[in-house]
């Protein structure tokens, strides 16, 4: 029985992965180093402050930590004059319907996302008031795979872990759901999400009454 839903929100609410990519590439490239789409894929899911030091990995350099506090505020700073153009159109395929319908089943609703700016992307793409529970990097101490941030939402709706359903587009994300105890949904593909319960490539024309019936079976 499935009484809550948290979502992940970089991947499958929208896709940020794109600003974070062009923010982290221009501060390799400020760096004197360049930085891969292909590098980027490790970044999925992993905080801020891990994926600086997995970029100045690649570029093989060391940093102390003021430093590295004020290039994570740099990227940050670039990365958030891309956020602050998105508009609900950059919502991804099925979110919105598939939000109604949870709703309209008197399922409940959280966020549990890495990203220290949850809220203000949510605000921005206008589905903020969707969320009754975000839990964002701003309120978890730590990282994904750890199964804190699903905690979280799932204590903050006052629902048993056993009764959630995680939809996560990284492979960490969903090592999280399933030590919380959640059924975990991945948002992609079989080869990097296959110990998912399931696997969906969107969440177009996707509807509770028939994905519980999945999971369940
Ligand atoms: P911020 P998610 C994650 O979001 C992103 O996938 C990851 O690339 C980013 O580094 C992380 O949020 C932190 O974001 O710099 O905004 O705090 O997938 O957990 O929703
Ligand atoms: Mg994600």
């Given amino acids: ?3 809550a839903t948290i979502f992940d929100l970089d991947g499958v ?5 794109k ?13 004197g180093f360049d930085f ?7 970044l999925k899911g992993v905080s801020r402050m891990e994926s600086l030091e997995l970029i100045l990995k690649i570029g093989g350099q060391t940093l102390g930590e003021t430093r590295k506090q004020e290039l994570a505020k740099q990227k940050n700073d670039w990365y958030l004059e891309h956020l602050d153009k998105m508009t609900d159109d950059e919502i991804l395929p099925g979110v919105v319907d598939f939000l109604d319908d949870v709703a309209a089943q008197s399922i ?23 969320f009754e ?3 964002d990097g701003t309120k978890t ?6 199964p804190q941030v699903f905690l979280l939402g799932a204590a903050g709706l006052g629902v048993e872990p056993a009764h959630c359903v ?3 587009d990284a492979a960490k994300g969903i090592d999280a759901a399933l030590s919380a105890g959640m059924y975990a949904i991945g948002m992609g593909n079989e080869t990097e999400l296959g110990h998912a319960h399931l696997v969906l490539p969107s969440l177009e024309g996707v509807r509770c009454t028939a994905l519980q019936k999945q999971l369940v079976r």
Avoid: C
């Fill in 1 to 3: 029985m499935i009484k």
């Fill in 13 to 17: 609410i929208v896709d940020t992965a």
């Fill in 19 to 31: 600003y974070h990519y062009l923010a982290w590439r221009k501060l390799a490239n400020s760096l």
């Fill in 36 to 42: 891969s789409k292909a590098d980027n894929e490790q």
């Fill in 108 to 130: 409940k609703i959280a966020l549990g996302s890495a990203s220290k700016n949850a809220e203000l992307t949510l605000k921005k793409v206008g589905l903020l008031e969707r």
């Fill in 133 to 135: 529970v975000v839990i």
């Fill in 141 to 146: 101490t730590r990282s994904k795979p750890d």
């Fill in 166 to 168: 995680v939809f996560e």
